[in-house]
């Protein structure tokens, strides 16, 4: 037997019981089929020295440059945060984990990283990771 007549009677079976529901709560049911998509969202939080928040955001908006030529990033943010202005957010989403391993990885991010610590900008750097269900 094919698979395609194996299939029609589980959607016809599929497709009455989402009618019959329907009817019970006087609605209609649309069944519609979605493609998920994963990205990852990368996030950095650096508290600037005082006295340095500015020279700080100046040298991590040089990021911009760093994300837009990598392949696979969607997003990249750099800003302070309002309620404490020596607390900076660099904020970037990713097609994929390679995608962020590269930025993570990058010459561009090194440089910039290491221009604020020889400069004494921040004092603390902490990172984190979340993942973003996209639907299509």
């Given at each position: 037997?094919?698979?395609k007549w194996l299939i029609a009677p589980l959607t016809l079976l599929l497709l009455a019981t989402a009618w019959l529901d329907s009817r019970a709560v006087g609605e209609y049911v649309l069944i519609q089929f979605q493609e998920v998509a994963m990205s990852i969202i990368h996030r950095m939080t650096v508290r600037a020295r005082h006295d340095r928040s500015n020279r700080l955001g100046q040298c991590l908006a040089r990021?911009?440059?760093v994300g837009r030529d990598l392949p696979g990033c969607e997003r990249l943010r750099v800003f302070p945060l309002r309620t404490d202005p020596l607390i900076?957010?660099?904020e970037g989403q990713w097609r994929s984990a390679a995608a962020r391993d590269a930025f993570l990885g990058s010459e561009g991010l090194?440089?910039?990283l290491a221009q604020a610590i020889?400069?004494?900008?921040f004092t603390h750097l902490e990172c984190g990771m979340e993942l973003q269900q996209q639907v299509a």
């Open positions: 037997m094919s698979s990021l911009h440059e900076w957010l660099v090194r440089r910039v020889d400069e004494g900008l």
